[in-house]
């Protein structure tokens, strides 16, 4: 009888212990809240089309920007997206500048402006005096003659011709002999030479107040072989540019 209720106080003792130390077990906590993930980082781009313009001329700018709140081109505020007609004077580098709550990104882009060469000066006016040098022909007489040959008709129509569209030209004919005879014969002889010169072109409609004429007779020759070839050269009625 006396085991039988030791074996009791022992079952009681045992689940007092058990119950003690159930009662004593240190509570879990639950896992702590997973924190948010970061703001996402801003993206930015910027482009200049085209990038290379002459001075004077436009290009565009196109921009675009992802998590940004506050976008910036230059001085100047602008949307999160996009353009804008620009005309830099001179080579510019554009700065885009997006900011939000994940960081900041820049971006940039180069404008080069090139200045047009300058036109080319203009050409020359060809002077009174040089377009009657290279318009106006000469009258050449037979030996011992002061009479317009046929041959010389279409020099004389020429030589009016330019003289009536450039009326402000004074000129002067000039008598020329060969080397043929007394110096006193040939300026007779050029004199007349020069005056049927003048004649003929006033007769062709040039005014007669324009016209001076002179005679060198055969002092001033343009060749001085002894030759017809030569002599040919020398008996002329020359046109020379003022009076």
Known sequence: MKQKHMKWAMLIVTMAAI??????????????????PPPAA??????????????????TLTWQTTNADDVTLGPNKVDANGSA????????????IAKG???????????????????????????????FNRSIKDVFFDYDSY??????????AADAQFLQQHPNIQFTVEGHCDER????????????????VKTA?????????????ISFGKEKPFCTESNEQCWQQNRRGHLAFGK
């Open 19 to 36: 119950i003690t130390l159930g009662a004593c077990k240190k509570k879990v906590q639950p896992p702590p809240p997973t924190p948010p």
């Open 42 to 59: 801003p993206t930015a781009t910027l482009s200049a089309n085209p990038s290379t313009i002459e001075k004077g001329q436009s290009t």
């Open 85 to 96: 007609s620009v005309s830099p004077t001179e080579s510019t580098t554009f700065r885009l």
């Open 101 to 131: 709550p994940g960081g900041t990104k820049e971006e940039t882009a180069r404008v080069t402006v090139t200045v047009p060469p300058p036109p080319p000066p203009p050409q020359p006016t060809e002077t009174d005096q040089e377009l």
């Open 147 to 156: 009479e317009i040959r046929a041959d010389a008709q279409a020099s004389i």
């Open 181 to 196: 005879g007394s110096t006193e014969y040939n300026l007779a002889l050029g004199d007349n030479r020069a005056n049927a």
């Open 201 to 213: 072109l006033v007769q062709a409609g040039v005014s007669a107040d324009r016209i001076r004429t």
